[in-house]
């Protein structure tokens, strides 16, 4: 649809991309992330999946780039000095061979949007309603909510999204668990270091 | 992390920002159902609103916005939300996550019902994300924080 923005995004992206493999400054390298995942988001945003570029302007350019500079402020500022790789010229070989594949096997896929690609077609190949068409036909009617993305999510969805809250919360949990610490460790902490001041 | 300058503009701008930030995140979470959004990336947005303010002014302050302990209570108690939604569903002799059988209004029935406790979920699923996000900022930065302390 709008085929030079998004040539202009992907170019910018890759860029970005790039920079944030090839620089040694950790914290340069963190920016440029949270770049390219903001051109990601803008690119969901141009094909039409305006939720899932949402999330991705907040969770991918917002709060992982906390995280990351936290990460890097707490551990090394650079990356360290790499010796020059043996066998340069097999290992580009092999990446444009992989690339080459990929490439290959994109042209494979239906075009976006082809309401006549085999994933798509109503009935399915198998014969029975097709989800997609079920959901967009039916969603407000079953839930009187026009945002059909919420309804998937939430109600036809619900389980996957319970699991996905899950998964969250396991993480934090994890975290919890690994990086605070213990209420008695802490006075044992203490008493050494007051020991230490003496 | 690395000793922090005390800007006056950088404080200033921050919780001049964060309010804003924070009734953003609570509109994206109640219109979820009108436009895009909904509860994760508006929960998302309130644990930005924080996180700016805990980076821009230190914890110790921002604790008086939003308690360092608060945040792993209120991941659970998102997530409860969300699966109690679900287990009403089946006290009341539906399936679980069957929304139409999550009868607690009364005159309330069908698709309004559905479009209601998918409200309800998303306020979970927001409180959810808001919590745990900033938990993991808290767990992260712990050991520096106590190091403020003493």
């Known amino acids: 649809m709008h085929w030079e923005l998004e040539i202009t995004l992907l170019i910018f992206g890759v860029a970005a991309a790039w920079l944030s493999i090839s620089t040694r400054s950790l914290l340069t390298s963190a920016v440029t992330l949270t770049v390219f995942s903001f051109l990601m988001a803008l690119s969901f945003v141009t094909m039409g999946a305006i939720d899932v570029g949402f999330t991705e302007a907040v969770v991918g350019a917002g709060v992982t780039g906390i995280f990351i500079i936290i990460a890097i402020f707490k551990t090394a500022r650079q990356s360290p000095e790499k010796p020059e790789p043996r066998l340069r010229a097999p290992r580009l070989a092999a990446l444009l061979l992989f690339g080459a594949l990929l490439i290959y096997g994109s042209t494979g896929l239906p075009d976006r949007g082809d309401a006549n690609a085999l994933l798509h077609r109503d009935p399915s190949a198998a014969g029975t309603v097709n989800a997609a068409s079920y959901y967009i036909q039916n969603a407000y009617e079953d839930a009187a909510t026009p945002n059909m993305v919420t309804v998937i999510l939430a109600d036809y969805r619900g389980y996957d999204t319970l699991g996905e809250e899950i998964v969250i919360l396991a993480a934090g949990l994890i975290c919890f668990l690994i990086l605070r610490t213990t209420r008695e460790r802490r006075e044992r902490e203490r008493r050494k270091s007051d020991r230490f001041n003496r | ?150």
Do not use: C
């Open chain 2, 1 to 150: 992390m690395k000793e922090r300058d005390e800007s006056p503009i950088v404080l200033i701008v921050s919780r001049i920002l964060s309010p804003f930030i924070m009734l953003f995140g609570a509109y994206v979470i109640a219109h979820g159902h009108y436009s895009p959004g909904g509860g994760f990336q508006g929960g998302a947005m309130l644990a930005a609103s924080v996180l700016l303010v805990r980076l821009a002014a230190g914890s110790r302050i921002s604790e008086l916005q939003f308690k360092r302990a608060w945040g792993t209570p209120l991941g659970i108690a998102g997530v409860s939300l969300f699966f109690g939604v679900g287990l009403a569903a089946v006290l009341f002799g539906g399936q679980f996550l069957n929304h139409e059988f999550f009868h607690l209004i009364p005159g309330v029935t069908g698709p309004m019902l559905r479009s209601l406790s998918i409200l309800v979920i998303e306020v979970g699923v927001g409180l959810a994300v808001m919590g745990i996000l900033v938990s993991i900022y808290d767990d992260l930065l712990e050991e520096d924080e106590r190091r403020e302390d003493l």
